[in-house]
């Protein structure tokens, strides 16, 4: 009901704007023009460098000044995505991010009548974005058919010069996925079937093609290389030079700083991990946006690893804690860099305080569902412990 009423008043302010704002053109895509783009083009890299009260302000001059069209809806939209990506599983945003959405369509389909190809752009760019919440909301059913939506649509303006670095975003992530989903994720395959055969590869360099030369999809290319390099195909030394370009471009994108630490984590690049991490916690605590626990979780396991391997072992035993400390603020205590800092911390106190070991490594049996290795590791330090003396204990002095 909420989402309704956010609809509703959505398209209210619309109809009202509508007679005092420019007129629908068909002559001209508003997409393709050179005034718009440089009105956007801030505001965008506002909204990446997570500055969203600055990139709204200007995205809502848009829609007041173009309220027939469903441009600045979709990247009202788009705002609430990027608020959404730092904790996928925070579902505060998504109401918000639906009504513009739901509005862009409205909108997109009336464009569709004035400028068939304009309209079917963005009939594609809405479906696929919301493909992608239902996709990471687990509704694999709604996220295909609107999927299916939106390449329906890309198929309209595929051969379109104008637009052909925009809608080869479309492209690339069908091409890349419905393959990848069919190799990784047997179940979902009785519903593959509405999907076209795609090809990895060539997904690949359409991604590559458009992170150089579109406008409006340029970093939501770089976004998806960088997670498919890094993610999917464990290429780690392709992605670090496009991942530190997005965090040098966008310092204070908390998504991009957080990937970056990670792929230096996955490198074994300690030294530049360990800066990297401590600015992540030094943002954390000051509030900025999208810095939050999960942010808190990666840097303090990553701060914990770097003084583990310096042999600075208070230091890393204080950061392990913190990694745990952090996942239960998110109600994670099952993700990795938290099972991890326990077996850790049970390792460490093992020839320290072996009721406080123990602890830590049932804290590993109880929480790594999926991560048998571990939890076997765990089984095995918690029958040595048994074995282990630790001086000028109880058991030791009884012994000796």
């Known amino acids: 009901m909420k989402k309704v009423i956010i609809i509703l008043t959505i398209l209210s302010i619309t109809n009202k704007v509508f007679a005092i704002t420019e007129k629908p053109d068909s002559t001209q895509a508003l997409l393709l023009n050179l005034q718009i783009q440089i009105e956007a083009n801030q505001a965008l890299n506002d909204m990446y460098n997570f500055k969203f009260d600055r990139a709204e302000m200007q995205f809502r001059w848009i829609k007041q000044k173009y309220a027939w069209h469903p441009l600045p809806y979709f990247l009202l939209g788009l705002s609430q995505w990027w608020k959404i990506v730092p904790n996928i599983d925070n579902t505060e945003y998504d109401g918000l991010f639906e009504a513009y959405m739901d509005t ?37 059913w709604r996220a295909a058919v609107s999927g299916k939506n939106a390449l329906a649509y890309v198929d309209i303006i595929r051969d379109n010069v104008d637009f052909s670095p925009e809608v080869l975003f479309g492209d690339a992530i069908m091409n890349y996925y419905t393959e990848w989903i069919r190799d990784n994720y047997p179940i979902l395959k009785p519903i593959m079937w509405i999907f076209p055969k795609g090809d990895m590869e060539k997904g690949m360099e359409q991604l590559r093609e458009v992170s150089r030369n579109a406008f409006y999809t340029r970093v939501e290319a770089q976004y998806y290389l960088v997670k498919i390099l890094a993610n999917e195909e464990n290429r780690y030394a392709e992605a670090l030079p496009l991942v530190r370009y997005l965090r040098k471009t966008y310092p204070d994108n908390a998504y991009f700083h957080r990937f970056y630490a990670s792929v230096l984590y996955r490198m074994g690049k300690y030294n530049e991990l360990g800066k990297e991490s401590a600015e992540l916690l030094v943002k954390l605590d000051s509030g900025m946006a999208g810095y939050e626990g999960q942010s808190g979780r990666y840097a303090a396991y990553y701060l914990g690893k770097v003084n583990h391997a310096k042999g600075n072992i208070d230091e890393a035993k204080k950061h392990y804690n913190l990694a745990i400390k952090f996942a239960k ?20 106190y093992s020839t320290e305080d072996k009721e406080l070991a123990e602890m830590h490594l049932r804290e590993v049996i109880k929480h790594g569902k999926g991560k048998k290795k571990h939890q076997k590791m765990a089984k095995e330090q918690i029958r040595a412990l048994k074995k282990i003396k630790i001086p000028g204990s109880k058991t030791a002095s009884q012994s000796g």
Not at 107 to 131: M, P, Q, R
Not at 329 to 348: I, M, P, R
């Open 329 to 348: 603020s998110t109600d994670d205590e099952s993700s990795w860099y938290s099972v991890l800092s326990n077996l850790e911390l049970g390792k460490f």
């Open 104 to 140: 862009s369509l409205v909108l997109s389909k009336k464009l569709y009548e004035i400028n068939k190809v304009e309209g079917a752009f963005f009939l594609a760019a809405t479906h696929g974005f919301i493909a992608r919440l239902e996709s990471d909301r687990g509704n694999s």
